[in-house]
């Protein structure tokens, strides 16, 4: 209670004590058949009514017992009593004083002048009735401060009627921050908290189910169960749980530290259903491991040249998200070597040959498809192999790799801190251990691969100078040593000898163009060639078109001319188009790209309506793909140890066909395909 409220009731109790003394001493003096003495109010200077002091009767049996009344019974409903507030000044201590005072009611009772008569009075007064209601503050009156603080804080934060517009607008961005906060923080506590725990309580669920040393007791609909021929007993309390259970995977580091990867392995009908979904069937955005839905994995004799695992880069760390730390350096990948993938049906351990970082988007390039399982021959497995290890960020000298193996590929998603472009892939390949072969890895081999090609966008991003794959035209990816090899005994037949072939590539294959095969002696018993698509040519096409003119592919006619000679028509709607402007008049160049092919040749834009049967002149260009030209690898096992890098050269192939109308002459010169092969020395 403030300092001015205590003033207020001292004085109040001043004036009572007053009032009852006087009234006590008139009491014993006067006769109670005389009227008491008037006292006179003290004068106040105010407008206000003098209050009428109300006299209540007392009840009979409020006397005492010596039939005295009690001089300080109070009436059974107090008076109210009006706290003006304090100014400081002294019509202010007077009001107080008077508020203080008994208020009279509506209808009160007054001594009468005549001894021992009563009579009622009734005061009159403009002022409003009184209630009987607690006394009201300044504070209590005002609507805002009645407000609870939450509904404050609400008003504060929510536009309403009546704000400004920049009061709206402020209170508009303050309430998107707010939701945006609470979102993020949802999404972090499910995404880095409740998502993790759920997956590490269903993984050890899953790990106690699982013991590849040792076959769990089975439940008696368990042992019941329909179990595939073949199945390891390890894999059968799984099973029953998920029948799309097809393997484990088990990938450590040797420091015990950098990442534990420990999981089953599932397939499904495609590869979609289990990027979100867990090994239960729920929903969960984890996902489960598993299998590229084209790999055979329905018996103990199946075989797989490239098995595909995939697994969701978790910011958590759980999935396949540890093998993106193999990118931060060599010294990580020392430390995971080799790792255990069992399927149902088999067991085998891996070691690691290959750590790529690949691109997912166009913008950053042409992918590479390492996403094949299907291949031709060990020739065409041999290159694929060749353009995975020079896609290596490190080279694994004690891991040699031959058309004959066995590989798993390991396939996640990659930051952009890592990658330097969006989009990207961490892809770890490994081969199967051999039959009677040390799985262990010699880690000091691995070493850093210096000449590593990486996507085109990962050199445009860090504004460095692209890997002359994107920039000679003469480049080739060079296979491996142990690849060659391996090719020049195996296409022989038993008993004879390839001493030289030439491996080319064609829209992502790889095949042999040409094959010598001798004897001991080093006569020659068979040479053979393959015929494979050299060019493509675009024989006629409308060579003027009017302003705004559609490109005419219904008139253009394009074949594709193979090594033997054959030609064969393509349907020129198969070919992308590119460099084609009719909204000017002018010449423009125009290239015509059938996969990996292209052609060049030119066009005249003019202005009204052109005949579409007008044939142009084009140029051939032989390319296998849209970045580089492809080059023929020929192999000479004598000539291997004098040469490092092996590069073909191919001239242009130029048939230049001009036929204005058909009463001119028609002009064609041809230039021979001419292909030398360059060998650098040491």
Not at 102 to 111: A, C, F, K
Not at 160 to 180: E, N, Q, Y
Not at 181 to 192: K, M, R
Not at 622 to 638: E, H, K, L, Q, V
Request: proline letters at 6%; charged letters at 20%; glycine letters at 4%.
């Amino acid at each position: 209670m403030s300092n001015k409220d205590d003033l207020f009731i001292f004085t109040n109790l001043e004036d009572t004590a007053s009032d009852t003394s006087a009234s006590k001493a008139s009491s014993d003096e006067a006769p109670v058949d005389q009227p008491a003495p008037a006292t006179a109010a003290p004068a106040v200077e105010s407008e206000e009514t003098a209050p009428v002091i109300e006299v209540v009767p007392l009840a009979e049996d409020e006397a005492d017992e010596n039939g005295d009344v009690d001089a300080f019974s109070a009436p059974e409903v107090a008076p109210t009593i009006v706290e003006p507030s304090f100014n400081g000044t002294a019509d202010a201590l007077t009001a107080a004083r008077k508020a203080h005072s008994p208020q009279p009611s509506p209808e009160s009772e007054t001594v009468s002048p005549d001894a021992g008569t009563k009579e009622t009075a009734t005061a009159k007064t403009d002022e409003p009735a009184k209630t009987d209601e607690p006394a009201k503050t300044p504070d209590a009156d005002d609507p805002a401060k009645k407000e609870h603080p939450f509904m404050r804080f609400l008003s504060g934060l929510v536009p309403h009627v009546g704000d400004s517009t920049f009061d709206a607008v402020r209170k508009c961005v303050m309430l998107l921050g707010i939701l945006v906060f609470i979102g993020a923080a949802t999404y972090l506590i499910d995404d880095l908290i409740l998502i993790p725990i759920h997956n590490d309580v269903l993984v050890e669920s899953l790990q106690q189910m699982y013991t590849p040393d040792a076959e769990l007791t089975l439940s008696e609909d368990e042992q019941n169960y329909a179990y595939p021929k073949d199945i390891d007993p390890a894999f059968k309390k799984l099973y029953y749980q998920n029948n799309d259970i097809r393997g484990w995977l088990s990938y450590k580091t040797t420091d015990g530290t950098t990442f534990n990867i420990d999981y089953p392995v599932v397939q499904s009908s495609d590869n979609d259903y289990y990027l979100f979904h867990d090994f239960n069937r729920t929903y969960n955005k984890n996902g489960t491991l598993f299998y590229d839905y084209r790999n055979d994995l329905t018996s103990k004799k199946s075989h797989n040249r490239n098995t595909v695992i995939y697994g969701h880069n978790m910011a958590s760390g759980q999935m396949l998200a540890g093998l993106n730390k193999l990118l931060w350096g060599v010294g990580y990948a020392r430390v995971a070597p080799t790792f255990t993938m069992n399927t149902i049906y088999n067991k085998a351990e891996y070691k690691v040959f290959a750590v790529m970082l690949l691109n997912n988007n166009t913008i950053d390039g042409d992918p590479f498809g390492y996403l094949r399982t299907e291949f031709n021959d060990n020739v065409d497995f041999a290159g694929f192999l060749s353009e995975i290890t020079a896609r290596s960020l490190y080279n694994y000298g004690d891991v040699d790799v031959r058309p004959d193996d066995e590989i798993v590929m390991l396939s996640t998603c990659t930051d952009w801190d890592l990658a330097h472009f969006k989009d990207g892939r961490t892809v770890v390949v490994a081969r199967k251990v051999r039959k009677d072969e040390n799985p262990a890895t010699d880690v000091a081999k691995i070493t850093v691969n210096e000449d590593a090609l990486m996507p085109y966008g990962w050199y445009v991003n860090q504004k460095l100078e692209p890997h002359p794959y994107y920039t000679d035209p003469l480049y080739v990816v060079q296979p491996l040593d142990t690849l060659m090899e391996y090719l020049a005994t195996s296409t022989a037949p038993e008993g004879q000898t390839t001493t030289s072939f030439t491996l080319y590539q064609q829209d992502g294959t790889f095949g042999l163009i040409s094959t010598t095969v001798t004897d001991a002696n080093g006569n020659v018993i068979t040479q053979s060639t393959k015929a494979v698509l050299t060019t493509v040519s675009v024989e006629t096409t409308p060579v003027y078109y009017g302003v705004g003119s559609s490109f005419d592919y219904a008139n253009t006619k394009v074949v594709a001319i193979y090594s033997d000679g054959r030609k064969v028509p393509l349907n020129s709607r198969t070919c992308a188009v590119t460099g084609f402007d009719s909204s000017k008049p002018g010449t423009c160049a125009v290239t015509l790209h059938y996969g990996a092919f292209q052609v060049n040749f030119e066009i005249t834009v003019i202005e009204g309506y052109v005949a579409p049967v007008i044939t142009t002149t084009s140029t051939i260009t032989r390319t296998t793909a849209t970045t580089r030209p492809s080059n023929f690898i020929p192999y000479d096992p004598n000539a291997k140890k004098t040469t490092t890098t092996a590069k073909a050269s191919t001239t242009e192939e130029t048939t230049t066909t001009t036929e204005i109308t058909e009463a001119q002459t028609t002009t064609t010169t041809e230039t021979p395909a001419v292909v030398s092969d360059e060998t650098d020395p040491v």
